[in-house]
C-alpha cells in the first residue's frame, strides 16, 4: 500500500496539472485588449500616417503600415488596430491573386473591390488567417474586419444571414486564436447574437440614419463603440454620442488625417 501512494499522488498532481493548465486560446483571452467605452481614437487609412494625434487608439491599415509603424505608436502609448477587409476583395492588395475568381461577387461601391462569396470557408479561411497572422505579427492590438454585412448588400451570391453569422463568428474566432481584440463593423441587425463574439464596434454613419441606439448593447456590455459620421457636424450628432457613451469623431470619407472629435 505504501508504494501505491506515491504513484496515486503522482498520477492525482498530473490529472490536476491537465486540467488546470491554460490552453493557448485561455491564454490569449487573458492577455487580449478589451477597449472600454468613452476612448477617444483616429482613424487614418490614407495619406501619411500621423502618429502624433493626442489619443489613446489608432485605427489605421493593415497592409500599408509596417511593424516599425505600430511600434512607434505603442511607443507613444497608442494601442493599434489593424483595419482589413474580410468580406470584400481589393485588387490592390499584394494577395489578390490568392483569391480564386469563383469566391469574387459584384462590385461594393469601392473602386478595385467586390464582394466575396463568404459562403465558401473552405477558400477565405487559409487567406484570412494569413491576414490576421500578419496583424499578428505586426505588433497590432485589434483588428477591424470591414465588409461584414455583405448579406445585406447585392453581392452577386445569395447570402443569408445565418451564413454572415457564422463567417463572422469564424474571423472572431481566428482573431482571438492570435490574441487580437476584434470589432465589428456596422452589421447592426446582428448584434445581438454576435455581441458575446465581439470585443468591440465600429459604425459609420449611425447618428445620420438614427441608428445609434442599436449600439448601445456594446456600452452597456463596457465595449467601446468607435464611430464616425461624414455628413452631420459634430453640433447634430455629439450631444446624443455622448449620452450614449459612442467614441465619435467626425471624418472625411477619404479617411486621412483630418477629424473633428465630439
Known amino acids: 500500500m505504501r508504494r501505491l501512494l506515491p504513484l496515486f499522488a503522482g498520477l492525482l498532481l498530473l490529472a490536476t496539472a491537465c486540467t488546470t493548465a491554460p490552453s493557448p486560446d485561455s491564454k490569449a483571452a487573458e492577455e487580449r485588449w478589451r477597449p472600454k467605452p468613452g476612448l477617444a481614437w483616429q482613424w487614418q487609412l490614407s495619406g501619411r500616417l500621423d502618429p502624433t494625434v493626442d489619443v489613446p487608439v489608432y485605427d489605421i491599415d493593415g497592409f500599408d503600415h509596417p511593424a516599425s509603424a505600430v511600434q512607434d505608436l505603442h511607443r507613444r502609448g497608442r494601442k493599434v488596430i ?47 488567417t494569413k491576414r ?63 455581441l458575446p463574439d465581439f470585443d468591440f464596434a465600429v459604425n459609420e454613419q449611425c447618428a445620420q440614419y438614427d441608428e445609434c441606439g442599436r449600439l448601445v448593447p456594446f456600452v452597456t456590455a463596457g465595449k467601446a463603440v468607435f464611430h464616425v459620421e461624414y455628413e452631420l457636424e459634430t453640433g447634430e450628432f455629439c450631444p446624443q454620442a455622448r449620452e450614449l457613451g459612442l467614441s465619435s469623431m467626425r471624418k472625411r470619407y477619404e479617411l486621412g488625417v483630418w477629424r473633428r472629435a465630439c
Not at 94 to 121: C, H, M, T, Y
Not at 183 to 191: R, S, V
Open 82 to 128: 489593424c483595419y482589413l477587409s474580410t468580406g470584400a476583395w481589393e485588387d490592390f492588395r499584394p494577395d489578390a491573386a490568392a483569391f480564386p475568381q469563383s469566391v469574387l461577387g459584384k462590385g461594393n461601391g469601392w473602386k478595385g473591390e467586390r464582394w466575396l462569396d463568404i459562403r465558401r470557408v473552405d477558400v477565405l479561411t487559409p487567406l484570412m
Open 132 to 194: 490576421l497572422d500578419m496583424c499578428r505579427d505586426k505588433g497590432f492590438d485589434a483588428v477591424e474586419p470591414d465588409n461584414m454585412d455583405g448579406y445585406l448588400n447585392s453581392t452577386g451570391f445569395p447570402l443569408t444571414a445565418a451564413d454572415q453569422l457564422r463567417y463572422n463568428r469564424l474571423i472572431a474566432r481566428l482573431a482571438h486564436e492570435r490574441g487580437l481584440a476584434v470589432g465589428l463593423k456596422n452589421d447592426l441587425d446582428q448584434i445581438p447574437q454576435l
